[in-house]
């Protein structure tokens, strides 16, 4: 769904890539043994390898790579089963070997493609370039001390998944959606917690302008930015600077830029550097990684059912829209929690529930699914009590709030709030007989007034506090109201 932005000139069509560093979900780092455990006191997960002492040799860890082969699977990309390790030599006073150990020509993992979700039922397809192993730097700390910076190496060798794109998108609604998909399939694995917030997901995203059709432009890219928000805000402007620097006879600069989400806007961070800038070369302290077909097949077979598939699946198994399904499986929590919810209950009703008055309440206490304070097993009753009559649609309502409030059981709600509905005939026959009594001049009305039927159906509920069955309820009043005007030819409604 390319966007066009619009400038002095004409269009300009933005053209994105993303590379994605993704903190592999494991107990241990990369090459050596020290904890990976987030929030623990600065520079108490430092090994010796880690911190670059001397003398200190790598050792894989096998987990790291199972799990980077799992991601490669999940997005339907080519397994390498012979990659090296390479070193990356760049200064950075958090990085304490002088270098980074990463992969370079021979990645682990190959091309794949990932499906992103776009407005109206649209699908778009992102290639992969390659998915390779490396291990992250520590974390410079400018806001300890007034004179002074820290450095902390505690996510010093962290295992990474960087995860490249090809240039394939072309809106911040297609990146945001890109970064939302591949967050997804990762969670669906375990290969990676996806947490933003702490920095186990982060982007560094590619953004060039042209005009329709032409060669690519300059790119500039945007490092480190760890909210989906602030992906969209940093691609529309960075996207409207460059064409504003063209349109002004000046040339984009190749560059490496930080977002400040404060201002929303990109800023120079250095000059962008090439792959030679780098100096390159095998590490020779590691050795290639080599593993079978049997190896890859093995790992395949763990694969769990994975977005796509399982949004196929509630289409097809529960009646649901695609759109429905597409909402509850783009998060893992959220397509779980439905399917304990819907076990015994009414799929498509427990879906409405989820996705309009759980979804509220959540959003507005700023909460995720696991944090709800109704189970899925409680929701599922709650939509039994409605389909089985037990409960009217409007004391539902009442009965979920009661639930959000206290976590109870709404069984047990219901009956020690008395809020059971209300279907038997006598009882309603006799409430509804003294509406009718009280009102002769409404009665006399429906002839010219049919929808004063709506107005009968709302008094009983309020002599009812909302327990009456809305079924019973209209055709009792039917009964009654026709016998009532039966010297006229009033048709009235049926519900």
């Known amino acids: 769904m390319s966007k066009l932005i619009s400038g002095k000139?004409?269009?300009?069509?933005?053209?994105?890539?993303?590379?994605?560093?993704?903190?592999?979900?494991?107990?241990?780092?990369?090459?050596?043994g020290s904890s990976t455990s987030f929030g623990s006191e600065h520079n108490t997960q430092v090994s010796f390898v880690d911190a670059g002492m001397p003398g200190m040799l790598p050792v894989i860890n096998s987990v790291c790579v199972e799990q980077a082969v799992k991601t490669g699977l999940g997005l339907n990309a080519k397994i390498n089963k012979f990659s090296i390790f390479d070193r990356k030599n760049y200064f950075y006073p958090d990085l304490p070997q002088g270098y980074q150990i990463s992969q370079f020509e021979q990645p682990i993992v190959g091309e794949g493609k990932v499906l992103i979700d776009l407005e109206k039922g649209v699908e778009k397809e992102v290639r992969i370039e390659r998915l390779h192993l490396e291990q992250d730097a520590g974390k410079s700390m400018h806001d300890q001390?007034?004179?002074?910076?820290?450095?902390?190496?505690?996510?010093?060798g962290v295992a990474l998944?960087?995860?490249?794109?090809?240039?394939?998108?072309?809106?911040?609604?297609?990146?945001?959606?890109?970064?939302?998909?591949?967050?997804?399939?990762?969670?669906?694995?375990?290969?990676?917690?996806?947490?933003?917030?702490?920095?186990?997901?982060?982007?560094?995203?590619?953004?060039?302008?042209?005009?329709?059709?032409?060669?690519?432009?300059?790119?500039?890219?945007?490092?480190?930015?760890?909210s989906i928000k602030f992906i969209g805000q940093a691609i529309e402007y960075e996207a409207k600077r460059q064409v504003n620097l063209i349109e002004s006879g000046e040339a984009v600069k190749q560059q490496t830029r930080l977002f400040d989400p404060k201002k929303g806007q990109t800023r120079s961070m250095r000059s962008k550097e090439e792959a030679h800038d780098y100096r390159y070369f095998p590490d020779p302290d590691l050795l290639p990684l080599s593993f079978t077909d049997e190896f890859v097949e093995g790992i395949r077979k763990t694969l769990p059912e994975l977005p796509d598939i399982r949004r196929k699946r509630f289409v097809e198994d529960f009646g649901l829209s695609p759109y429905d399904a597409g909402i509850l499986v783009s998060e893992k929590e959220t397509a779980d929690f439905f399917e304990i919810a819907s076990k015994n209950s009414n799929s498509k009703l427990v879906c409405n529930w989820i996705v309009g008055e759980l979804f509220s309440i959540l959003n507005k206490d700023s909460k995720t699914i696991q944090e709800s304070p109704v189970t899925p097993e409680n929701l599922g009753k709650l939509v039994n009590l409605i389909d089985d009559g037990t409960i009217t649609g409007r004391i539902a309502k009442d009965v979920f709030e009661i639930m959000i409030d206290s976590g109870d059981d709404p069984v047990s709600i219901v009956d020690s709030n008395d809020m059971r509905q209300v279907s038997d005939e006598t009882e309603l026959d006799g409430i509804i007989e003294k509406i009718i009594q009280s009102n002769p001049d409404q009665v006399k009305s429906l002839e010219e007034k049919p929808n004063l039927m709506g107005w009968f159906v709302g008094q009983v509920m309020?002599?009812?506090?909302?327990?009456?069955?809305?079924?019973?309820?209209?055709?009792?009043?039917n009964k009654k109201l026709l016998k009532s005007v039966s010297y006229t030819h009033l048709t009235l409604p049926t519900k």
């Open 9 to 32: 000139t004409g269009d300009w069509e933005i053209v994105i890539g993303i590379e994605v560093h993704a903190q592999i979900t494991s107990q241990s780092k990369l090459f050596s």
């Open 145 to 156: 001390h007034p004179s002074y910076s820290y450095v902390d190496l505690n996510r010093s």
């Open 161 to 226: 998944m960087e995860i490249v794109s090809m240039p394939d998108m072309s809106s911040a609604e297609e990146a945001q959606a890109y970064i939302k998909k591949l967050r997804n399939i990762m969670k669906y694995l375990q290969t990676c917690d996806g947490n933003m917030e702490e920095g186990s997901l982060r982007a560094d995203i590619n953004v060039s302008v042209r005009k329709p059709d032409d060669e690519l432009g300059t790119r500039c890219e945007i490092k480190n930015v760890n």
């Open 462 to 477: 309020q002599e009812t506090k909302g327990k009456a069955n809305p079924k019973t309820v209209n055709a009792l009043l």
